[in-house]
Every structure is written in structure tokens, then in C-alpha cells.
């Protein structure tokens, strides 16, 4: 199996937090997906016939492309790719881009899987953010998603904000819940240098919560999701059972994907490889049948500390069988000894074979990840 990413770099305007790669370019969306569609075609055999069964269109705001752009991507998708065995295919989304209109037009698409960018329902946070909606928006958007026959939603939100209190963070939560997504991802706030907001920072005209109010808030979503019949499947998302993000899964999972857009990234088990973070040169170098963009071979050592990290971060955890296959009993025996203590301490479980962290353990994963990592 392995999925494919494509990434939509355009947005009407930018939040002052996010730093993933974008423009407000609009003009340049028809020749964009012209590229991108050249860039899926040309690729076509780097997954080595493997059965594509997820697609995630990511942003930028995906929602901003328009129905014929769609029409092209899926129709080089299905040409070049097939997508009898895609059973999970997800478009990110703004809310006020879902009207009406727009959601019928997505039922017209292969598409079976929003995710919609919420990040807070507080009005005065939205607008410090600079999201293009409001919390009425948002809740609207979505019952019309349901209504329009979507039956597989996601939600991101985010905590720790300027100004976040544990009443303002709970609330939140309980909209979310009440909305019933069958997914929530929601993540503490990063302040990225090259940022509005990390600016406003450094200005002064906000401030970060203390790492005391973070633990609370993250034991807030954790028990308030939890205790709504969401399952903690990975440290920053919840399901309700059955419903995990398939593709998200698939990466921390080890399992291969393509990327095709600017700045996109692939993986193909034994190295890496990034589109250049620039839509005009990545336009121009695909007009010309030359994809711009640098490659990483990936050794064991590298391999192992990627499965470690990334595995860990699941409730799945990592099998310890795989560990010796794939990267020699050396590294499962110094796995197992440096996994001892943290096991004896309660931050760690084993079980079927496999090496989980245990709630306690999310944490405090960063010590324990630089622990297990192979050097």
C-alpha cells in the first residue's frame, strides 16, 4: 500500500501563525495544478505499482481550488495512479470556503474525507489569528458538510493561544464535541520564527502560556475527548473508534508515499527526497519536464531513529519484531536496554510484542524518544 500528497500552496490570506509553505498568488492556481498534473504523470512509477489507497490534498487551502482544477488532478490521478483501492481521500478546508454550492460540487469528486482548519470557536482569538471566519461560520460549515452526505470529518484546533484560559480551552472542547467529528487533531501552538505572531512575540503584544497551563490544557483535551468515546490514537489526535486518519497513520507507520507541489516531500523507505519550497521555480522546472528538488538516502541508523520517533508517537507503538528485521538484533538489544528504565518507571508498556508509550509517558516523550534514539 501507499498514499499520495499533493500540496496546494494558495491561501486568500495568511494566519499569522503558519509558517507551511504558501501564496496569495491566486492568479497562478490554473498553472499550478498544470504542473502538478505534469509532475504526477512523470512520477508515475515511483511507488513501484504499489496500491495507492490514500490521497491527501493539503494546503495551503485546497479549498480554494476550483472545480475544473479538481477535474484535472483527479483525472490524473485515476490515469496514472488508479484509485479503484483509495478508500480514504481527504481535502483540507476553510470553512467559509464551504458553502452551499461548494460542497456539492465536492460530492461530485471522489472525496471522502474533509478536514476542516477551526483551531478555535473564541471570536476574539479567530480575529487575532486572522482566520477568515468566525465560530458561527465554522459550526455552519460543518452541519452542511453532514448534511451534504460527508460521513468522515476532521477538525483541527489549537491551545495554548494568546490569552488562553482553561475556560476559553474548555469550551472549545466541548463545541468540538458537540459537533461529533469523527476526528479531532489538536495541536499546542508553535511560535514559528519568520512569523507574524512570533513577532508579536518578541514585541510584546502577546504572550506565551506557561509550560504549567500547557500540561493542563493537554490533560483537558485528553480526558474531555476521552471521555466522549474518543480514542488517544496518536499523541496530537483522536477518533472516535475505527476512524483514524489513515493517511497521517501511514506516515508515522513507515509506509511510502509520494508528494508532488512545491515544497511536497517523499518517501520511499530508503530515502527522502523535497520539492523546492517555491512555486514559481517549481512551475518553471516542471514546464520544462525537470522537477526541482534535492534527495536524502536514509541510513539504518537513520531509518531506525525515524521508525522509533514516529512509531512511538502512536498508540500502536513500535514491533519489536520490526526493529530486528529491518534494522538488526544490534539495535533491538540496544533498544531494549535503553526502553528498561522508562519501563520500570511506568512511562513505557510492552505488550504483544510490541513498545508503547503509556499516557504518563506522552509527557515526557521527548526525553524518553532522545533516550531510545541510536547514535
Not at 226 to 249: D, K, M, Q, T, W
Not at 290 to 318: K, S
Not at 361 to 373: E, K, P, Q, R, T
Amino acid at each position: 500500500m501507499a498514499g499520495i500528497y499533493l500540496h496546494i500552496p494558495f491561501c486568500k490570506t495568511r494566519c499569522i501563525y503558519c509558517d507551511f509553505y504558501s501564496t496569495t498568488r491566486d492568479d497562478l492556481k490554473r498553472r499550478y495544478v498544470r504542473a502538478l498534473c505534469r509532475e504526477l504523470t512523470l512520477r508515475r512509477d515511483y511507488l513501484q505499482g504499489a496500491v495507492v489507497e490514500t490521497v491527501y490534498l493539503g494546503g495551503g487551502t485546497p479549498s480554494q481550488l476550483a472545480e475544473e482544477d479538481l477535474a484535472d488532478i483527479f483525472r490524473t490521478l485515476q490515469e496514472a495512479y488508479g484509485l479503484d483501492n483509495a478508500t480514504e481521500i481527504t481535502l483540507e478546508a476553510n470553512p467559509d470556503d464551504l458553502t452551499g454550492d461548494y460542497v456539492r460540487m465536492l460530492r461530485r469528486f471522489p472525496i471522502n474525507r474533509l478536514s476542516m482548519g477551526i483551531q478555535t470557536f473564541d471570536e476574539d482569538t479567530l480575529k487575532l489569528l486572522r482566520r477568515r471566519h468566525t465560530a458561527r461560520q465554522a459550526m455552519d460549515a460543518f452541519l452542511r458538510c453532514r448534511e451534504a452526505g460527508f460521513d468522515n470529518l476532521s477538525i483541527d484546533l489549537i491551545y495554548g493561544l494568546p490569552g488562553e484560559t482553561d475556560a476559553r480551552w474548555q469550551a472549545d472542547l466541548q463545541q468540538a464535541v458537540r459537533l461529533r467529528p469523527e476526528h479531532v487533531s489538536a495541536y499546542h501552538l508553535m511560535y514559528e520564527e519568520e512569523t507574524t505572531l512570533y513577532r508579536y512575540l518578541l514585541e510584546h503584544r502577546v504572550c506565551e502560556v506557561d509550560e504549567d497551563a500547557s500540561v493542563r490544557f493537554y490533560h483537558r483535551l485528553t480526558d474531555t475527548l476521552s471521555e466522549a468515546g474518543y480514542v488517544h490514537y496518536e499523541i496530537s489526535n483522536f477518533c472516535l473508534p475505527g476512524r483514524h486518519a489513515r493517511h497521517n497513520a501511514s506516515y508515522w507507520q513507515g509506509i511510502p508515499y509520494l508528494g508532488c507541489g512545491a515544497s511536497a516531500h517523499s518517501y520511499d523507505g530508503r530515502s527522502r527526497e523535497w520539492n523546492v519550497a517555491s512555486i514559481e521555480a517549481y512551475m518553471q522546472g516542471m514546464e520544462r519536464g525537470e522537477r526541482p528538488h534535492e534527495v536524502e538516502c536514509l541510513d539504518a541508523d537513520t531509518r531506525y531513529n525515524e521508525y522509533v520517533m514516529t512509531g512511538l508517537r502512536t498508540r500502536w507503538g513500535i514491533s519489536l519484531d520490526q526493529v530486528a528485521a529491518d534494522y538488526g538484533k544490534e539495535r533491538l538489544a540496544y533498544l531494549e536496554r535503553m526502553a528498561r528504565p522508562h519501563l520500570q518507571r511506568g512511562m513505557m508498556a510492552v505488550g504483544e510484542g510490541r513498545l508503547r508509550l503509556t499516557e504518563a509517558g506522552v509527557f515526557v516523550s521527548d526525553d524518553i524518544l532522545s533516550d531510545l534514539m541510536y547514535v
